[in-house]
Structure formats: C-alpha cells, structure tokens
C-alpha cells in the first residue's frame, strides 16, 4: 500500500509519466532485493526491520525523485548548448 501511494505522489509531483516509472519500477525491486539479502543474511522479518524497510521507501522515493530533477536539469541545458553551438 505504501509504494501504491508512493507512486500516486510521485506521478502528481513530477508530472512526467518516464520519471514515475522509473522510480515506481525501482521501488518493488528494491524491496525484493532487501528481502532477499535479509533471508541470505539471516535477519529476520521482525518489526524493527519492517520499520527500516517503510523508511526506506520513503529515501528511495527522495532520492529518486532529486536524481531524475538533476538529470532533466543536465540534460535540459546540455540540449540547449548543443543548440547554441549549432546556430
């Protein structure tokens, strides 16, 4: 249900369906990998490591979303210099 929401929030902010995709994809997949380092390790699923994996999410969204707006940034301006040396 929380990456549920964390996608609607990430749709609504960023307005851009590639960006929501991106970090909505990475989600489910960052999860499955933490669970499946935490059977390889030995931890177990308790309360406290649950909690860890919410807050998780939560930095992932963050990150993600800084990531792509640094990105689109870099991007953006690299096109217009290519534009300018062009003219």
Known sequence: MKILISIIV?????????????????????????????????????????????IAIGVMVDIGLLMWRTFSGIWKCLRIMAYAAKN
């Open 10 to 54: 990430i749709i609504i902010l960023v307005m851009n369906l590639r960006a929501s995709l991106i970090v909505a994809g990475l989600l489910p997949l960052g999860v499955l990998l933490t669970f499946i380092l935490m059977r390889f390790f030995g931890i177990e699923a308790n309360i406290v490591a649950l909690s860890g994996i919410a």
